[in-house]
C-alpha cells in the first residue's frame, strides 16, 4: 500500500515539484479512492491498480496547465511526457548523457 505522503516524496525525488502540487496529489488520491473503495476504507492509501490510476491521472492533471498543456491531444501524449520526465530526472540524477533513444519510453 501506499500513502500520500510516499507520492509526495516520488513528487520531489524525480523533480516534479513545479508539474504538480502536494494539495494536487492529496485531492487526487481521495477522489480515486471515494470512486474505488468501500466506506470503511482509508482514503490516503493506493494499492498497486490505485498507484496506476493516479499516475495517469496525475500525468493529465500536470500536462493540462501552463505552457506544456496538452489537454487538447490524447492522454498517452500526457503519460509519454511525465514518463520522458522521470527519465530526464533519472539520466540526470546518474549523470548520464540523454541518449539517442529518448524519444520516447520504450521507443528504441
Do not use: C, H
Amino acid at each position: 500500500m501506499m500513502k500520500i505522503p510516499d507520492l509526495w516524496k516520488f513528487r520531489g525525488d524525480y523533480g516534479l515539484k513545479n508539474f504538480i502540487k502536494k494539495e494536487e496529489i492529496t485531492t487526487l488520491v481521495r477522489l480515486l479512492n471515494m470512486k474505488k473503495k468501500k466506506k470503511k476504507e482509508d482514503l490516503r492509501f493506493l494499492s498497486f491498480k490505485g498507484f496506476n490510476d493516479a499516475f495517469i491521472q496525475m500525468a493529465l492533471l500536470g500536462f493540462s496547465k501552463g505552457k506544456d498543456d496538452r489537454s487538447d491531444q490524447p492522454p498517452v501524449n500526457s503519460v509519454q511526457g511525465l514518463f520522458d520526465l522521470l527519465r530526464a530526472s533519472i539520466e540526470k540524477k546518474i549523470n548520464v548523457k540523454p541518449s539517442s533513444r529518448s524519444q520516447g519510453f520504450g521507443k528504441k
